[in-house]
């Protein structure tokens, strides 16, 4: 008869060599407590002796090499072709704790059970401060469900356990390490140990080998996805350490042969276990069988995002993969109503607070990207634009570095400004002239207006000739204004040849042509920006949709074209997002940020 409830998890064999691995660095912090114990032995009384640490580790992908302080079961398992030289390590150890235990035990004349606990960080789980004091607490709490659960082995009858491991009083010492780690790390170990492509909330890997009749039993790794309990504690309605504390429960009971796959009367009795575990234990929460069961699913709890992308509000389980991310603004921050959206505003909101530096790189001025982001409440010192923060703007020819202060300005030759006003101003095609903080233009016109009310730039201060337009002003680029076919069929072609090497034309939308000044671009800007910060670009990722991006693309170690982007953009691109109307930006940095 089929389980009621679809399988949380199994207990897994060992695994054939894998390419993922993980190391113990050396800041564990071991803490040593003995503890009563009332198992039985038929020839000794025992007492637990509990070992514990707390470790960081790291995933070492297409890497073999391992470096352990204490013969952790993970660091066993993730050794890889050097677990010679761990096994050997891991002796050593042995045969020193092993010589300790017997001056002991002839001094005492009582052997004691060492109980050695591991509780590990994944290395992409960053040091949040919540999950480090509940890695602190894991030191306590997973020996004390050990000692309960041995207890309940000695004193209890179980119809439907596997009892491999049955009198943990003929072993000298039991290990057990535990992993904490977010849904991407756990999804790869439940795709290559179960062939399920999917994040689930905990594995339970075994490593005891009973023919091997070893002194130490090897009990095996618990890895638990913290990203995957904070979802369900939040759902059913407890803390993210209580619902670690109920999924080593589950773990702990897998490893020691409860599996509620194999019947409903198994999965009764493994349900029942949990709960007397809790309550044993003084836990809150119910068992995981039976939230499962309350939440009237017949499905496996897990992440239905079957590709990359990560959760909305998940970043603080994830590091970042740069450190800063260089980000165009129209056509790619901002949708085609050149609004910034609440998605794209948290995704930013929750990127910047996990350590991730977003900059603009954009053709607007300073003041028009300070007044779109505070629109969002994303603007002043805590936000991310303001003016002591990086940027640069009007293409790269405005640069600013740390604290806001200008690094770099480049003015357009004033012999192009005057041609470029002339025609402007004979053919009535409206112009506005970029100077730093200020718009300037010769005549009103309802796109001239439509800079300021649609792309909110500042409002365009008409200046009535030329010659007084260009007295005493430095003008760091020129935009044409008009419709998509006057700037394709008329504007370009003509400016193209008109300005020879004086200058250069470049689009960031298709109804504004802009003149700027030869051999610079945003991604010059971008260049100018990163020598002065002193990061390099393997260190960043850019977001971009125009021919303006294209420099700024091929420059960062991951350049990413927005799908309604140019052509030139997406050619230069390592990947290509979705539009900016469907949060494009959001989605890039939730799925390739971190």
């Not at 490893?255 to 809790?278: I, Q, T, V």
């Not at 992440?303 to 993969?321: C, I, Q």
């Not at 805590?382 to 640069?399: A, K, N, R, T, Y």
Request: net charge negative; aromatic share 6%; proline share 5%.
């Amino acid at each position: 008869m089929l389980s009621r409830l679809s399988p949380l998890l199994r207990t897994l064999p060992p695994p054939p060599p894998s390419s993922m691995a993980a190391r113990v660095l050396s800041r564990a912090l071991p803490s040593v407590v003995a503890l009563p114990s009332k198992l039985p032995s038929p020839s000794h009384p025992r007492c637990f002796h509990i070992a514990t640490s707390y470790s960081g580790t790291v995933s070492l992908c297409g890497r073999r090499r391992f470096n352990s302080i204490n013969n952790s079961c993970i660091a066993r398992r993730f050794g890889g072709r050097n677990g010679s030289v761990v096994m050997a390590a891991a002796g050593r150890e042995y045969r020193k704790v092993r010589s300790r235990r017997v001056a002991a035990a002839k001094k005492n004349k009582e052997k004691e059970l060492e109980l050695s606990v591991n509780i590990c960080l994944e290395e992409q789980l960053p040091e949040d401060p919540e999950i480090m004091d509940i890695a602190e607490i894991m030191r306590l709490n997973v020996p004390m469900a050990m000692k309960l659960v041995f207890e309940r082995l000695s004193t209890s009858e179980h119809k439907t356990r596997d009892t491999t491991i049955n009198d943990v009083g003929c072993f000298e010492s039991i290990e057990l390490s535990v992993l904490l780690c977010n849904d991407e790390f756990i999804r790869k170990l439940n795709k290559e140990w179960r062939g399920e492509d999917h994040a689930t909330d905990v594995l339970s890997m075994s490593q005891h080998i009973p023919e091997l009749k070893l002194p130490i039993l090897m009990l095996g790794d618990i890895v638990i996805s913290v990203e995957t309990a904070a979802r369900q504690a939040s759902e059913r309605g407890h803390t993210l350490i209580d619902e670690i504390r109920i999924l080593v429960v589950h773990g702990l009971l897998h490893l020691l042969g409860f599996d509620h796959e194999l019947s409903d009367e198994a999965e009764e009795e493994m349900e029942n276990e949990e709960e007397l575990m809790l309550k044993g234990l003084d836990w809150k929460g119910k068992g995981l069988i039976h939230s499962a069961y309350d939440a009237g699913t017949n499905e496996t709890p897990h992440n239905d995002h079957s590709d990359d992308r990560k959760r909305e509000g998940s970043l603080r389980f994830y590091r970042p993969k740069f450190g800063y991310i260089f980000c165009d603004m129209d056509g790619t921050l901002l949708n085609s109503k050149s609004q910034l959206s609440l998605s794209t505003a948290e995704a930013l909101k929750e990127a910047s607070s996990r350590g991730l530096n977003v900059v603009i790189a954009t053709g607007k001025t300073r003041p028009a990207v300070m007044n779109i982001f505070k629109m969002a409440n994303l603007g002043g010192r805590d936000g991310i634009v303001s003016e002591s923060s990086p940027g640069v703007f009007v293409q790269g020819l405005l640069v600013y570095g740390r604290q806001g202060r200008e690094i770099f300005r480049r003015n357009l030759d004033p012999s192009v400004c005057r041609e470029a006003l002339l025609y402007s101003f004979e053919h009535k095609i409206p112009i506005i002239a970029f100077s730093e903080d200020r718009c300037l233009t010769l005549f009103h016109h309802p796109l001239v207006d439509s800079l300021h009310t649609v792309y909110h730039e500042p409002k365009a201060e008409i200046i009535p000739s030329v010659e007084q337009l260009l007295t005493g002003t430095e003008i760091q680029k020129l935009i044409f204004l008009d419709s998509a076919e006057g700037v394709a069929n008329t504007l370009r072609p003509y400016w193209t040849e008109a300005i020879d090497d004086r200058a250069s034309v470049v689009q960031a939308v298709p109804d504004m042509l802009e003149i700027v000044p030869p051999g610079t671009s945003k991604g010059s800007g971008v260049k100018i920006l990163l020598d002065h910060l002193g990061v390099t670009p393997d260190e960043i990722m850019a977001i971009g949709d125009g021919e303006n991006d294209v420099e700024m693309l091929e420059l960062a170690s991951l350049g990413v074209a927005l799908s309604n982007g140019s052509e030139k953009a997406k050619a230069v691109a390592d990947v290509i997002g979705i539009s900016n109307d469907e949060d494009g930006v959001a989605d890039a940095i939730y799925r390739y940020a971190f």
